[in-house]
């Protein structure tokens, strides 16, 4: 019986995470084992570890969603790869095209590291649908990232906001997914407006090519002042609650925005006339499906973007690699197998 060491809890709570040893399952049918070489960590990674999120953890729980490995062996049926290929995981197991998968009463929120076993183990046994093919420009530690992260800014920006050159973009912050969503943003030729409570994090998106700083108390008189009154077409905004009201202030007429995390609260509130005399587009934005994910991965290869890493951390590094994301990362964690 081959075994692989894993990072994993017997409980919720983060202080019972450590090394324990699990047996590599055989791939079945449709399935595929994967030697992974590197992971990236969310914050959602913590909090599934510190209170379950409410989903149905099975124990001992393998935390960490976003992976990159190799196929080590496949199962019968799995034509899409082949031993040696370098693969990435996908977020929302499933879900390939389209609207996720549950119901109004149900949404869908089955993902790795929740609903599913996460991928902090050296060798995972997952269904081949699970995988993409990694990006050929990227090293491990950096297409690690791109799962969830990178793809909930694609999603926000391409696949569902459309976005086009000389659009304005107003991102808040410059965590994993707000880095990602300037990349993108630059690349497709956007006037983008990044807000920070860091003077020093900002200076650093000032060196990805942002000429447009802007401090998180007062950034909405400074976004209308740059603009002339007209706003921001596209706001990702990363924190949720009450700073909602900010972003519908902050909107273009008939602009969007993208509500991607719940740093402030998970009640959203704001102005019902900015809502109204703007009209703009409120969009929720849960990752995306595997479609969208392998056209994020052409235009990596395509664009030669690089994720930004704020550190890299060894498998035996794993706590101290959460405990770095408590404090605040310029970009995203990796921890490399």
């Known amino acids: ?75 019968t049926g799995v034509t899409r790869f082949k031993p040696g290929d370098r693969v990435i995981s996908t977020f929302m197991p499933g879900r390939l095209d389209g609207n996720g998968l549950g119901n109004a009463r149900n949404p869908p929120y089955r993902t790795l590291g929740g609903a599913h076993p996460g991928v902090l183990s050296e060798y995972v046994t997952f269904p081949a649908d699970w995988f993409v093919a990694a990006p050929k420009t990227l090293d491990a530690g950096e297409a ?21 050159a000389g659009d304005k973009v107003l991102v808040q912050g410059t965590g994993g997914v707000a880095l990602f969503a300037v990349q993108i943003a630059r690349a497709h030729g956007a006037e983008i ?33 740059l603009t002339d009154g007209y706003g921001a077409d596209h706001v990702l905004d990363i924190a949720g609650g009450s700073g909602f009201a900010q972003s519908l202030k902050a909107v273009a007429v008939g602009g ?42 052409l235009a990596v290869d395509v664009v030669g973007l690089k994720p930004v890493i ?16 408590d404090r605040g990362p310029f970009g995203k964690i990796v921890i490399e197998f």
């Open 1 to 75: 019986m081959k075994t692989a060491r894993q990072w994993s809890i017997a409980g919720l709570g983060p202080q019972d995470l450590r090394i324990r040893e699990a047996e590599i399952a055989a791939p079945g049918v449709g399935e595929m084992v994967v030697r992974t070489e590197a992971v990236s960590l969310n914050f959602r990674d913590k909090l599934v570890m510190e209170n379950g999120m409410g989903l149905p953890l099975a124990f001992p729980f393998v935390p960490v969603s976003d992976m990159a490995g190799v196929v080590e062996a496949v199962g």
């Open 193 to 225: 407006f990044v807000t920070s409570s860091s003077a020093e994090k900002l200076e650093r998106v000032r060196g990805l090519g942002v000429k447009h700083l802007l401090a998180r108390d007062g950034w909405v008189d400074g976004l209308l002042d």
């Open 310 to 325: 704020d550190r890299r951390y060894r498998f035996e590094e794993a706590a101290e690699a959460f405990a770095h994301l």
């Open 144 to 164: 690690s990232t791109l799962p969830c992260a990178g793809l909930t800014a694609w999603m926000a920006l391409i696949e569902s906001g459309h976005l086009k």
């Open 256 to 297: 969007r925005i993208s509500l991607i995390g719940v740093f402030g609260g998970l009640e959203i509130s704001g102005s019902a006339p900015d809502l109204l005399l703007k009209a703009p587009i409120v969009q929720g934005i849960s990752v995306g499906h595997r479609r969208a994910l392998e056209d994020f991965v």
